[in-house]
C-alpha cells in the first residue's frame, strides 16, 4: 500500500504554544489529505479535509483558527495547533487518498500531543 | 445522517478459529467499502478493499459485500492473537470523506 509519514511521532507542550505536525506522501502524489483527532477508546473524529492549494475544508464544530491547515503541495500537508490547552491533547492522525475511482486512503502513523 | 453500524464487541474467539465482524451502512448510493485494522495506540492500517457485490479474499481475510441488504462483513480465517485488535469499518459517502463506524475489538485468545 502507499505509504504515508507524520512528523512528529509526539510532542509534548506547554499550554499556550502553538504546534505544527507534517504528513507527508512519501511514494504518491494527494491532492486530498484528511485530518483526524482520536481520544482513547473512541474512533476517529474527521477534523478537516485539506485540498493541495485550496483552502482547507472543516467539520462541524472545528474551530478553523484553532487548527490552521496548510496543503502546500502534492505531497505535504500541516497542521498546526494554535495556542494549544490541556483539551487539545489528543492522538492526531492524517490520512492521504489515493487517486483514482476507488478513493482508498492511507494513514499515517499518528501524533500524539501532550499539552501541559 | 448516512451511518455505519458495527458492534463494538469485544468479539472473543480462540485462536485458529474463524472471526466473523459485520458492519452495515445507511447510505445506498455508497460505492465503496473499506476495513481498517487499529491496534491499540496506533493508527489505522488498511487491510482490505472492496466495491463489488460477493466475496473478496486476500490470505486470511475474505470481505464480503452486499449492497442490496446494505451490509459489509469481515471474515478472519485462522485467527492469531496478533490479530487481537479493533477493526474499523469505513464507507466512502461519495463525498470523498470515509465515514467510519465505532468499530469492533476483537480477542484471539491462545
Redesign the interface.
Known amino acids: 500500500?502507499a505509504v504515508v509519514s507524520q512528523h512528529p511521532s509526539w510532542v509534548i507542550c506547554k499550554s499556550g504554544t502553538s504546534v505544527k505536525i507534517e504528513c507527508r506522501s512519501l511514494d504518491f502524489q494527494a491532492t486530498?489529505m484528511?485530518w483526524y483527532r482520536q481520544f482513547p477508546k473512541q474512533?476517529?473524529m474527521?477534523m478537516a479535509?485539506s485540498n493541495e492549494g485550496s483552502k482547507a475544508t472543516y467539520e462541524q464544530g472545528v474551530e478553523k483558527d484553532k487548527f490552521l491547515i496548510n496543503h502546500a503541495s502534492l505531497t505535504l500537508s500541516t497542521l498546526t495547533v494554535t495556542s494549544a490547552h490541556p483539551e487539545d491533547s489528543s492522538f492526531y492522525?492524517c490520512s492521504a487518498?489515493v487517486g483514482g475511482f476507488?478513493?482508498?486512503?492511507?494513514?499515517?502513523?499518528?501524533t500524539r500531543l501532550t499539552v501541559l | 445522517q448516512k451511518e455505519v453500524e458495527q458492534n463494538s464487541g469485544p468479539l472473543s474467539v480462540p485462536e485458529g478459529a474463524i472471526a466473523s465482524l459485520n458492519c452495515t451502512y445507511s447510505d445506498r448510493g455508497s460505492q465503496s467499502f473499506f476495513w481498517y485494522r487499529q491496534y491499540s495506540g496506533k493508527s489505522p492500517e488498511l487491510i482490505m478493499s472492496i466495491y463489488s457485490n460477493g466475496d473478496k479474499e486476500d490470505g486470511r481475510f475474505t470481505a464480503q459485500l452486499n449492497k442490496a441488504s446494505q451490509y459489509v462483513s469481515l471474515l478472519i480465517r485462522d485467527s492469531q492473537p496478533s490479530d487481537s485488535a479493533t477493526y474499523l469499518c469505513a464507507v466512502d459517502g461519495n463525498t470523498g470523506k470515509l465515514i467510519f463506524g465505532q468499530g469492533t475489538t476483537l480477542q484471539v485468545k491462545p
Open positions: 500500500g486530498t484528511f474512533s476517529l474527521l479535509t492522525i487518498k476507488y478513493n482508498e486512503q492511507f494513514f499515517g502513523p499518528g
